[in-house]
Nanobody
Framework: QVQLVESGGGSVQAGGSLRLSCAASGRTSRGSAMGWFRQGAGKERDFVAAINWSGGTTYYTDSMKGRFTISRDIPRNTVYLQMNSLKPEDTAVYYC?????????????????WGQGTQVTVSS
């Protein structure tokens, strides 16, 4: 079993930055591929970014490329999402997720464990 706890959400003005953290615990968490998803009010949960077990491979949805960076600190068993140049349309609850496997996942169904989510609000 893997437990995920997100933090770092909050309110920021357009153009600002936030860094989300996802602390993982559990027997297989260090060997897991991880991802970030987001869900706006009344919308579906959308893929944001993913990172493989070693941190050597990452993938982003097109609208996040160049603005968001996913990384992981293996000794601390923590995954980060650095978000820059934030826009009002980035407002959502952001979720951290983990797979049971080492390789990237691009869809919510690829992931086996989920955090509780952290709210990000970007005002214009």
């Amino acid at each position: 079993q893997v437990q995920l706890v997100e933090s770092g959400g909050g309110s920021v003005q357009a153009g600002g930055s936030l860094r989300l953290s996802c602390a993982a615990s559990g027997r297989t968490s260090r060997g897991s591929a991880m991802g970030w998803f987001r869900q706006g009010a009344g919308k579906e949960r959308d893929f944001v970014a993913a990172i493989n077990w070693s941190g050597g491979t990452t993938y982003y949805t097109d609208s996040m490329k160049g603005r968001f960076t996913i990384s992981r600190d293996i000794p601390r068993n923590t995954v980060y999402l650095q978000m820059n140049s934030l826009k009002p349309e980035d407002t959502a609850v952001y979720y951290c997720a983990a797979r049971k496997t080492r390789e990237l996942g691009y869809y919510a169904d690829d992931y086996d464990y989920w955090g509780q989510g952290t709210q990000v609000t970007v005002s214009s």
